[in-house]
């Protein structure tokens, strides 16, 4: 009798959650929706955000406001969705710094894989190293052999504490064995500016923040963490043609808080493919720097999961203290 019992409550609550689900699914959304990100304007990921936002704006026929909540790498916004009412008016860009925070720090508030409704991948991007147009440094050669003569003098930037960029410098010196001195900042175009102004002496950071400083000749690429040439920038040369191996490119997607109704997630995730598929949205991401690299709410999981696993292991491999 216990287990009839039980197992009725079961399957009420089963057709109970499928039917509140449906509910949400077709009353939503009720109110603009929130996209929201975790680093400043300008940047790759605010760029990425405003022209995801436009698309589904058009597709749902609802505004979807970006809202930017900048600082530690992205984790401020990252926890600040997780507290979110899961009711599908709340997402949020995550980027490839979502899964080098879970791999570096030891005490986030929030569980990177466990705290979010995975709705899409949304695209790929490598990074650019840059310095400025009357550096002494002309190219990755120059740049290892001057970190290797004054150990710790050359400054990089990076959009946080945590994020890839930082973690591509880290593994930059790693790799060359070489020791260059971290200076985080809180995104857009402040790193850029810095640069420019002789604050620091190295920029690594997307296509989307420096391409501007580049083809106006007011700075200086001197490598690109592609494997291979990237397509829009096909004069500069990939790290790994100086350093081999070297390879690293990082990633965009979509989530929200957990308990997401899974209706909502996958009318996201339909309406997200749509607009990757659109060749207009294409073009637009790759004219800022990245490729479109749709899937479905699983491939996004296994992404970060993936994506936590192999940084945890380049920052054990490169010493890296984990704070």
């Known amino acids: 009798m216990r287990l009839k019992l039980l197992k009725s409550t079961a399957t009420a609550l089963i057709m109970w959650a499928a039917a509140t689900g449906a509910s949400f699914s077709q009353t939503w959304p009720a109110k603009p929706i929130e996209l929201v990100h975790g680093f400043a304007a300008g940047g790759q990921a605010d760029i990425v955000a405003r022209l995801i936002a436009q698309g589904l704006t058009e597709r749902l026929k609802s505004p979807v406001v970006v809202v930017s909540r900048s600082g530690a790498g992205g984790n401020l916004a990252s926890e600040s969705v997780t507290r979110a009412t899961p009711d599908g008016h709340t997402l949020i860009l995550l ?50 052999a001057a970190a290797k003569k004054q150990p710790g003098r050359i400054t990089y930037s990076s959009v946080g504490i945590g994020s890839t960029q930082h973690l591509v410098g880290e593994l930059f010196a790693s790799s060359t064995d070489t020791q260059l001195t971290h200076v985080p900042y809180r995104g857009g175009g402040a790193p850029m500016a810095d640069l420019l102004g002789g604050q620091i002496d190295l920029n690594i950071d997307s296509i989307a923040a420096t391409r501007s400083a580049i083809e106006s000749g007011r700075a200086r690429a001197i490598g690109i963490t592609s494997a291979d040439k990237w397509p829009t920038l096909p004069s500069i040369e990939p790290v790994s043609a100086v350093q081999p191996g070297f390879a690293v490119t990082s990633w965009i997607g979509i989530a929200a808080p957990a308990a997401t109704p899974q209706p909502i997630v996958s009318r996201l995730n339909t309406e997200l493919q749509s607009l990757l598929a659109d060749q207009q949205f294409q073009q637009r991401l790759l004219d800022n720097g990245s490729r479109v690299n749709p899937g479905s709410p699983e491939d996004l999981r ?20 984990r704070n």
Not at 124 to 134: A, H, M, Q, S
Not at 302 to 321: C, M, P, Y
């Open 95 to 144: 980027t490839g710094g979502h899964a080098v925070s879970a791999a570096l720090y030891k005490n986030l508030k929030f569980d990177p894989v466990k705290d979010f409704a995975f709705v899409s991948p949304i695209s790929i991007n490598p990074f650019v190293l840059v310095v400025r147009k009357d550096s002494a440094i002309t190219d990755i050669a120059s740049l290892i």
């Open 302 to 321: 296994r992404l970060v999961t993936s994506e936590i696993d192999r940084w945890t292991k380049v920052i054990s491999k490169a010493g890296i203290e």
